[in-house]
């Protein structure tokens, strides 16, 4: 037994053929590019034109640019620009803070960092792969909050002292990255969107790894909701690395239907009406539902706004006979282990006691749901599709809650964790092949997904068979 754990272990390491579809490109830049941008821009005097001083979440004040000025290796900022550890929503939308301003409307630097999501995807012997962003987010003005004036601005230093400063200094000089048309000009969501498929393409090129995209919608700015339909839809034919579908990310509160009509441009209205018009139009919908909710919102994903993938879903495990529509419907499900623990997605005793064989996704498969392991946000939560795969073999094992806060916190970079969920090997291959089938791509191409990776795990099986 132990020896068939070793050896599914040594198959992960070497590169168990891999499929995600759930993982968020701004949740996944590369932290060493990120820490050169960080330095060049403070080394050229510039860091202040983009990083805040402080910034105010939650009713806490964050010294945003102080901390990326201290770090003083690429360890460092990756530590910084991860919540690892901490457990906590707010540490999560933090992390975001940190690198959201560096790469706001910089278009080279926006395409670097989808050609190396690339890179880092067939690093892990992914073959295919959907990455979702909001091309809104990383565009001028694209802020985390719904701001009533000045959208089209730049993030400003929110102190006064800080403002004084800003009036103080010489124009912002052009960026040696950006072209004359858009430098500092309002950079929109097209040009973000136009920047990232150049990188996919480049890295699909260069790497071999298949990349379409999903344009996510933001709950906290429904402002911004049909035109990211509108754009899913301009791009569904526009391969390689087309757009294959829609989500709504950043909570679920857009769900909840408000006491009072708040017409089509409040939360619920606007997603509401955009999902609409992404069904009317026939667009592949995946919904992040049933996260840190309770069930009801998985059942309106599916069966209200047309959902076939659900982000998460765990608390779907709350209500069998939803559930069991849900498996009837063949919705699939796009688990992600680390991002459940550290966003409280998982709670209760069982998670309390890092338990991870009564993780939810145990139950959804007992059910005989459609389920996938993702990373979700790997730079953010200090993950990988691989230690994902890791997490998900490793049996579960009976220590005491500061040691296993230990391993958690140290755990990383392809080691194990001291204690997992415990899934099988025939239950690992199964969830890449579920991830196979419910790709947003047409019937053809999912069929032939599904042959070249079972031809893989065969292939694979022969190695295992012979070490065993
Ligand atoms: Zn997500």
Same mark, same amino acid.
């Given at each position: ?236 034919? *526009? ?38 018009? $992404? ?25 209200? *706004? ?92 009976? *220590? ?50 599904? $042959? ?14 012979? $070490?065993?």
């Amino acid at each position: 037994m132990r020896r068939g754990f070793i050896t599914v272990m040594h198959i992960l390491r070497c590169g168990l053929t891999q499929v995600e579809l759930h993982v968020h490109l701004d949740g996944a830049f590369d932290e060493l590019v990120m820490f050169a941008e960080a330095k060049a821009l403070q080394a050229s005097g510039r860091a202040h034109n983009f990083l805040p001083e402080n910034v105010t979440l939650f009713g806490e004040t964050y010294p945003v640019r102080r901390a990326v000025e201290g770090c003083s290796s690429g360890q460092d900022f990756k530590r910084l620009a991860s919540c690892k550890g901490k457990r906590s929503l707010h540490a999560m939308f933090r992390c975001f803070e940190i690198f959201l301003p560096i790469v706001r409307g910089r278009l080279p630097l926006i395409e670097e960092l989808a050609f190396r999501f690339v890179e880092r995807q067939a690093a892990q012997s992914v073959v295919y792969t959907e990455v979702r962003y909001s091309p809104h987010l990383l565009a001028d003005g694209g802020l985390m909050v719904l701001q009533t004036d000045d959208m089209e601005g730049s993030p400003r230093p929110v102190d006064s002292d800080d403002e004084e400063e800003e009036t103080a200094l010489p124009p912002v000089p052009m960026s040696e990255h950006a072209s004359a048309a858009s430098a500092r000009a309002a950079v929109d969501a097209e040009a973000v969107y136009q920047a990232v498929t150049r990188g996919l393409r480049r890295g699909q090129l260069r790497f071999g790894v298949t990349v379409n995209q999903i344009l996510c919608m933001l709950a906290f700015r429904p402002d911004w909701a049909l035109d990211t339909v509108r754009m899913a839809n301009a791009h569904r034919k *526009h391969g390689p690395c087309a757009v294959v579908g829609v989500d709504v990310a950043g909570g679920e509160e857009w769900f909840k239907r408000p006491a009072v009509p708040e017409g089509e441009i409040g939360m619920h209205g606007a997603h509401v009406r955009a999902l609409a018009k $992404a069904q009317e139009l026939k667009l592949n919908v995946t919904l992040h539902a049933g996260e840190d909710t309770d069930a009801s919102n998985v059942g309106a994903a599916v069966f209200e *706004h047309g959902a076939m993938r659900i982000g998460h879903g765990y608390h779907l495990v709350d209500d069998p006979g939803l559930l069991a529509r849900c498996v009837a419907k063949g919705v699939h499900f796009e688990c992600c282990p680390t991002s459940s623990f550290e966003t409280g997605g998982w709670s209760g005793e069982s998670s309390e006691r890092m338990d991870w064989s009564s993780h939810p996704l145990k139950s959804l498969l007992a059910a005989g749901a459609s389920v996938g392991l993702n990373s979700d946000d790997p730079a953010v939560f200090a993950t990988s599709l691989t230690d994902e795969l890791l997490l998900a073999a490793t049996p579960a094992a009976r *220590h005491g809650r500061q040691g296993a806060e230990k391993a958690w916190s140290a755990g990383a970079g392809g080691l194990p964790p001291s204690s997992g969920v415990g899934l099988r090997y025939d239950e690992l291959v199964k969830a890449t092949l579920d991830a196979a089938d419910a790709a947003f791509v047409p019937r053809a191409e999912r069929a032939a997904l599904r $042959a070249s990776l079972e031809a893989r795990f065969m292939a694979l099986e022969k190695v295992r068979g012979s $070490a065993l």
